[in-house]
Protein backbone atom coordinates (compact mmCIF):
# COMPACT_ATOMS: atom_id res chain seq x y z
CA UNK A 1 0.00 0.00 0.00
CA UNK A 2 2.75 2.44 0.42
CA UNK A 3 4.20 1.56 -2.34
CA UNK A 4 1.20 2.75 -4.06
CA UNK A 5 0.82 6.40 -2.59
CA UNK A 6 4.37 6.67 -3.45
CA UNK A 7 3.71 6.62 -6.98
CA UNK A 8 0.81 8.91 -6.34
CA UNK A 9 2.19 11.39 -4.75
CA UNK A 10 5.24 11.48 -7.39
CA UNK A 11 2.70 11.74 -10.07
CA UNK A 12 0.75 14.51 -8.29
CA UNK A 13 3.95 16.67 -7.94
CA UNK A 14 5.10 16.37 -11.76
CA UNK A 15 1.40 17.07 -13.01
CA UNK A 16 1.61 20.09 -11.05
CA UNK A 17 4.56 21.95 -10.98
CA UNK A 18 6.14 20.43 -14.02
CA UNK A 19 6.00 20.37 -18.16
CA UNK A 20 8.58 17.93 -19.58
CA UNK A 21 9.59 16.32 -22.61
CA UNK A 22 6.87 17.82 -24.70
CA UNK A 23 7.06 16.23 -28.38
CA UNK A 24 8.80 18.32 -30.85
CA UNK A 25 6.82 20.41 -33.70
CA UNK A 26 3.09 18.72 -33.22
CA UNK A 27 -0.30 20.09 -33.53
CA UNK A 28 -3.70 19.72 -31.53
CA UNK A 29 -6.76 21.00 -33.05
CA UNK A 30 -10.12 20.71 -31.38
CA UNK A 31 -11.94 17.47 -32.31
CA UNK A 32 -8.92 15.55 -33.36
CA UNK A 33 -5.32 15.51 -33.65
CA UNK A 34 -3.10 15.88 -36.76
CA UNK A 35 -0.25 13.16 -38.03
CA UNK A 36 3.09 13.40 -37.24
CA UNK A 37 5.58 11.23 -37.87
CA UNK A 38 6.75 8.16 -36.04
CA UNK A 39 4.61 8.06 -33.20
CA UNK A 40 2.39 5.62 -33.64
CA UNK A 41 2.43 2.59 -34.77
CA UNK A 42 -0.66 0.30 -36.91
CA UNK A 43 -3.08 3.26 -37.64
CA UNK A 44 -1.12 6.34 -38.60
CA UNK A 45 0.99 8.52 -36.45
CA UNK A 46 -1.00 10.57 -34.06
CA UNK A 47 -0.20 12.72 -30.70
CA UNK A 48 -0.54 16.52 -29.24
CA UNK A 49 1.39 19.07 -28.29
CA UNK A 50 1.61 20.43 -24.65
CA UNK A 51 -0.48 23.23 -23.88
CA UNK A 52 1.47 26.75 -23.15
CA UNK A 53 -0.97 28.49 -20.95
CA UNK A 54 -2.01 25.86 -17.91
CA UNK A 55 -1.24 22.43 -17.02
CA UNK A 56 -4.10 20.39 -18.18
CA UNK A 57 -4.08 17.39 -16.26
CA UNK A 58 -7.59 15.76 -15.16
CA UNK A 59 -6.67 13.36 -12.40
CA UNK A 60 -10.25 11.10 -12.29
CA UNK A 61 -13.34 11.15 -14.08
CA UNK A 62 -16.85 9.44 -14.07
CA UNK A 63 -19.85 9.37 -16.10
CA UNK A 64 -23.11 10.31 -14.66
CA UNK A 65 -25.13 9.36 -17.77
CA UNK A 66 -23.90 9.11 -21.34
CA UNK A 67 -23.91 12.49 -22.14
CA UNK A 68 -23.37 14.06 -18.42
CA UNK A 69 -20.01 13.52 -17.17
CA UNK A 70 -17.46 14.75 -13.84
CA UNK A 71 -13.79 14.92 -13.20
CA UNK A 72 -11.55 16.27 -10.87
CA UNK A 73 -8.41 18.29 -11.62
CA UNK A 74 -7.45 17.99 -7.60
CA UNK A 75 -8.47 21.63 -6.67
CA UNK A 76 -11.24 22.15 -9.38
CA UNK A 77 -14.41 20.06 -10.30
CA UNK A 78 -15.85 20.47 -13.60
CA UNK A 79 -18.64 18.84 -15.56
CA UNK A 80 -20.14 18.41 -18.73
CA UNK A 81 -23.75 17.62 -19.76
CA UNK A 82 -22.98 17.32 -23.96
CA UNK A 83 -20.41 14.58 -23.61
CA UNK A 84 -17.52 16.58 -22.66
CA UNK A 85 -17.95 18.69 -26.36
CA UNK A 86 -18.27 21.54 -23.81
CA UNK A 87 -17.13 21.99 -19.97
CA UNK A 88 -18.22 24.51 -17.05
CA UNK A 89 -16.66 25.09 -13.46
CA UNK A 90 -17.49 23.95 -10.01
CA UNK A 91 -16.11 26.55 -8.23
CA UNK A 92 -14.41 25.15 -4.92
CA UNK A 93 -10.66 25.83 -3.41
CA UNK A 94 -11.17 21.59 -2.55
CA UNK A 95 -8.60 18.75 -3.61
CA UNK A 96 -10.69 16.06 -4.82
CA UNK A 97 -9.21 12.38 -5.78
CA UNK A 98 -12.36 11.17 -6.67
CA UNK A 99 -15.89 11.91 -6.96
CA UNK A 100 -19.28 10.50 -7.88
CA UNK A 101 -22.98 11.20 -7.84
CA UNK A 102 -24.94 8.92 -5.43
CA UNK A 103 -28.51 7.63 -5.77
CA UNK A 104 -29.24 10.12 -2.91
CA UNK A 105 -28.25 12.70 -5.78
CA UNK A 106 -25.25 13.96 -3.83
CA UNK A 107 -22.05 14.75 -4.98
CA UNK A 108 -19.43 12.70 -3.16
CA UNK A 109 -15.63 13.34 -3.38
CA UNK A 110 -12.32 12.08 -1.74
CA UNK A 111 -9.53 14.07 -0.58
CA UNK A 112 -7.07 10.83 1.04
CA UNK A 113 -3.16 10.60 1.94
CA UNK A 114 -1.40 7.54 3.27
CA UNK A 115 1.17 9.35 4.75
CA UNK A 116 5.42 8.53 4.55
CA UNK A 117 6.72 11.32 6.96
CA UNK A 118 3.93 12.99 7.42
CA UNK A 119 0.84 12.31 9.06
CA UNK A 120 -2.33 10.29 6.96
CA UNK A 121 -5.44 12.29 6.52
CA UNK A 122 -8.82 11.39 4.99
CA UNK A 123 -11.66 13.50 3.75
CA UNK A 124 -14.95 13.39 2.26
CA UNK A 125 -16.66 16.31 0.40
CA UNK A 126 -20.43 16.58 0.55
CA UNK A 127 -22.84 18.48 -1.61
CA UNK A 128 -26.76 18.09 -1.95
CA UNK A 129 -26.72 21.23 -4.09
CA UNK A 130 -24.41 20.07 -6.87
CA UNK A 131 -21.00 22.39 -5.85
CA UNK A 132 -22.75 25.32 -4.71
CA UNK A 133 -22.16 24.58 -1.30
CA UNK A 134 -19.88 21.70 0.39
CA UNK A 135 -19.17 20.07 3.99
CA UNK A 136 -16.64 18.60 4.82
CA UNK A 137 -16.08 15.40 6.85
CA UNK A 138 -12.37 14.73 8.28
CA UNK A 139 -11.96 10.72 9.62
CA UNK A 140 -10.04 9.48 12.46
CA UNK A 141 -7.83 7.32 10.14
CA UNK A 142 -6.89 5.07 12.60
CA UNK A 143 -10.43 4.28 13.17
CA UNK A 144 -11.97 4.88 9.53
CA UNK A 145 -9.32 5.40 6.71
CA UNK A 146 -11.87 5.84 3.30
CA UNK A 147 -9.49 6.03 -0.11
CA UNK A 148 -11.31 5.63 -3.15
CA UNK A 149 -15.37 5.38 -4.13
CA UNK A 150 -15.90 1.81 -5.86
CA UNK A 151 -19.42 2.29 -6.26
CA UNK A 152 -21.14 3.93 -10.00
CA UNK A 153 -22.75 6.86 -10.10
CA UNK A 154 -26.61 6.39 -9.32
CA UNK A 155 -25.82 3.82 -6.89
CA UNK A 156 -25.50 3.72 -3.02
CA UNK A 157 -22.31 4.90 -2.01
CA UNK A 158 -19.69 2.37 -1.38
CA UNK A 159 -15.83 3.16 -0.40
CA UNK A 160 -12.66 1.14 0.20
CA UNK A 161 -10.49 1.70 2.83
CA UNK A 162 -6.23 1.70 3.67
CA UNK A 163 -7.17 -1.55 5.02
CA UNK A 164 -8.82 -3.13 1.73
CA UNK A 165 -12.36 -3.19 3.57
CA UNK A 166 -15.59 -2.21 1.34
CA UNK A 167 -18.00 0.14 3.68
CA UNK A 168 -21.75 1.23 2.27
CA UNK A 169 -23.05 4.33 3.36
CA UNK A 170 -26.43 4.02 5.20
CA UNK A 171 -28.22 6.44 6.69
CA UNK A 172 -27.55 10.21 7.23
CA UNK A 173 -24.53 10.89 8.91
CA UNK A 174 -21.85 10.78 6.84
CA UNK A 175 -19.56 10.50 9.76
CA UNK A 176 -20.54 7.61 11.80
CA UNK A 177 -23.66 5.62 9.08
CA UNK A 178 -21.03 3.63 7.97
CA UNK A 179 -21.98 -0.38 7.37
CA UNK A 180 -18.54 -3.05 6.63
CA UNK A 181 -19.22 -5.30 3.87
CA UNK A 182 -16.43 -7.14 3.57
CA UNK A 183 -12.53 -7.15 2.79
CA UNK A 184 -11.21 -7.28 -0.68
CA UNK A 185 -8.13 -10.26 -0.46
CA UNK A 186 -4.55 -8.37 -0.66
CA UNK A 187 -3.02 -9.66 -4.07
CA UNK A 188 -0.19 -11.41 -3.93
CA UNK A 189 2.94 -8.97 -5.01
CA UNK A 190 3.84 -9.30 -8.56
CA UNK A 191 5.58 -7.17 -11.19
CA UNK A 192 3.28 -7.58 -13.27
CA UNK A 193 0.05 -5.56 -14.22
CA UNK A 194 -3.20 -7.76 -14.68
CA UNK A 195 -6.24 -7.37 -15.46
CA UNK A 196 -7.29 -11.40 -15.51
CA UNK A 197 -7.40 -12.88 -17.69
CA UNK A 198 -4.80 -10.41 -19.58
CA UNK A 199 -1.45 -9.30 -17.66
CA UNK A 200 1.64 -6.91 -18.91
CA UNK A 201 4.65 -8.88 -17.75
CA UNK A 202 8.13 -6.72 -17.80
CA UNK A 203 10.68 -8.66 -16.37
CA UNK A 204 12.50 -8.91 -19.70
CA UNK A 205 13.64 -6.00 -22.04
CA UNK A 206 10.66 -6.91 -23.88
CA UNK A 207 7.08 -5.67 -22.36
CA UNK A 208 4.64 -8.48 -23.30
CA UNK A 209 0.84 -8.16 -23.00
CA UNK A 210 -0.37 -12.21 -22.34
CA UNK A 211 -3.23 -13.54 -21.76
CA UNK A 212 -3.74 -16.98 -19.70
CA UNK A 213 -6.14 -19.68 -19.67
CA UNK A 214 -6.82 -22.80 -17.35
CA UNK A 215 -3.39 -24.84 -18.90
CA UNK A 216 -1.29 -21.99 -20.65
CA UNK A 217 -0.51 -18.95 -21.05
CA UNK A 218 -0.32 -16.90 -24.26
CA UNK A 219 2.13 -14.01 -25.31
CA UNK A 220 -0.16 -12.22 -27.80
CA UNK A 221 2.11 -8.61 -28.31
CA UNK A 222 4.95 -7.26 -27.24
CA UNK A 223 4.46 -3.70 -26.47
CA UNK A 224 7.73 -1.77 -28.36
CA UNK A 225 6.36 1.65 -27.42
CA UNK A 226 6.23 1.20 -23.91
CA UNK A 227 9.21 1.13 -20.98
CA UNK A 228 6.62 0.99 -18.03
CA UNK A 229 2.84 0.08 -17.91
CA UNK A 230 0.59 1.35 -14.69
CA UNK A 231 -2.65 -0.08 -15.52
CA UNK A 232 -4.61 -2.41 -17.87
CA UNK A 233 -8.51 -2.26 -18.00
CA UNK A 234 -11.34 -4.56 -20.67
CA UNK A 235 -13.94 -3.10 -21.75
CA UNK A 236 -15.39 -4.15 -24.81
CA UNK A 237 -13.07 -6.78 -26.59
CA UNK A 238 -10.48 -4.44 -26.36
CA UNK A 239 -8.07 -3.99 -23.75
CA UNK A 240 -6.71 -0.94 -22.71
CA UNK A 241 -2.78 0.00 -21.41
CA UNK A 242 -1.46 3.14 -20.34
CA UNK A 243 1.96 4.35 -19.08
CA UNK A 244 5.34 5.84 -19.78
CA UNK A 245 7.60 4.89 -23.09
CA UNK A 246 11.25 6.13 -23.67
CA UNK A 247 12.56 7.64 -27.01
CA UNK A 248 15.96 4.72 -27.60
CA UNK A 249 17.48 7.46 -29.58
CA UNK A 250 17.36 10.49 -27.04
CA UNK A 251 16.19 9.31 -24.15
CA UNK A 252 12.99 11.41 -23.22
CA UNK A 253 10.26 9.98 -21.82
CA UNK A 254 6.23 10.27 -23.06
CA UNK A 255 2.86 9.15 -22.24
CA UNK A 256 2.42 5.23 -23.16
CA UNK A 257 -1.06 4.37 -24.42
CA UNK A 258 -2.16 1.34 -26.38
CA UNK A 259 -5.22 -1.09 -27.35
CA UNK A 260 -5.39 -4.38 -28.29
CA UNK A 261 -8.37 -5.07 -30.11
CA UNK A 262 -10.05 -8.91 -30.51
CA UNK A 263 -6.73 -9.83 -29.13
CA UNK A 264 -5.61 -9.42 -32.67
CA UNK A 265 -4.73 -5.93 -33.60
CA UNK A 266 -2.18 -3.64 -31.60
CA UNK A 267 -2.82 0.29 -31.90
CA UNK A 268 -0.27 2.13 -29.74
CA UNK A 269 -0.05 6.40 -29.21
CA UNK A 270 2.66 8.16 -27.52
CA UNK A 271 1.31 11.82 -25.82
CA UNK A 272 3.02 14.32 -24.76
CA UNK A 273 4.52 14.29 -21.16
CA UNK A 274 5.91 11.33 -18.99
CA UNK A 275 2.54 9.18 -18.13
CA UNK A 276 -0.68 8.60 -19.10
CA UNK A 277 -3.79 7.19 -17.04
CA UNK A 278 -6.58 5.24 -17.96
CA UNK A 279 -10.34 5.14 -16.34
CA UNK A 280 -12.83 2.78 -17.18
CA UNK A 281 -16.26 3.95 -17.25
CA UNK A 282 -19.88 2.64 -17.79
CA UNK A 283 -19.96 4.02 -21.36
CA UNK A 284 -16.04 5.04 -22.10
CA UNK A 285 -12.26 4.73 -21.42
CA UNK A 286 -10.62 7.51 -20.91
CA UNK A 287 -7.20 8.59 -21.43
CA UNK A 288 -6.16 11.40 -19.49
CA UNK A 289 -2.38 12.81 -19.73
CA UNK A 290 -0.39 16.39 -18.60
CA UNK A 291 -1.99 17.94 -21.51
CA UNK A 292 -5.79 16.97 -21.19
CA UNK A 293 -7.99 14.47 -21.29
CA UNK A 294 -8.52 12.10 -23.99
CA UNK A 295 -10.77 9.40 -25.65
CA UNK A 296 -10.11 7.30 -29.13
CA UNK A 297 -13.68 7.23 -31.07
CA UNK A 298 -14.06 5.49 -34.35
CA UNK A 299 -10.28 4.77 -34.69
CA UNK A 300 -9.51 8.15 -33.80
CA UNK A 301 -7.59 10.02 -31.20
CA UNK A 302 -10.29 12.98 -29.46
CA UNK A 303 -9.25 15.62 -27.30
CA UNK A 304 -12.02 16.43 -24.78
CA UNK A 305 -10.34 19.02 -22.48
Known sequence: MKRQYVIYFVILFFAIGCKKNAIDK??????????TADIVKTIGDTTAKLSKKENRYVNNITDISKDSVIACRYFELMYSTNGAKTWKNIKTSLIFKDITFTDKKVLVGIDSWMGIHESDYSRIHISKDFGNSWETITFDTRKFFPMEVISSPKEQLYVRT???KVYKFQGTDYKKDW???????????TRDVVDYPYGINDESDSMKLYKKSKNKTDTLVYLDLCSEAREIVQKDKVVHISGTGTDKKTGKQYGYYGQLIDDKTLKQYKFPGWFTNIKKTK???YIMCEDGLYIVKDGKIKQLY
Do not use: M, R
Request: no cysteine.
Open 26 to 35: LEVKKDTLKS
Open 283 to 285: FNV
Open 179 to 189: VYVKTIPEAEY
Open 162 to 164: AEN
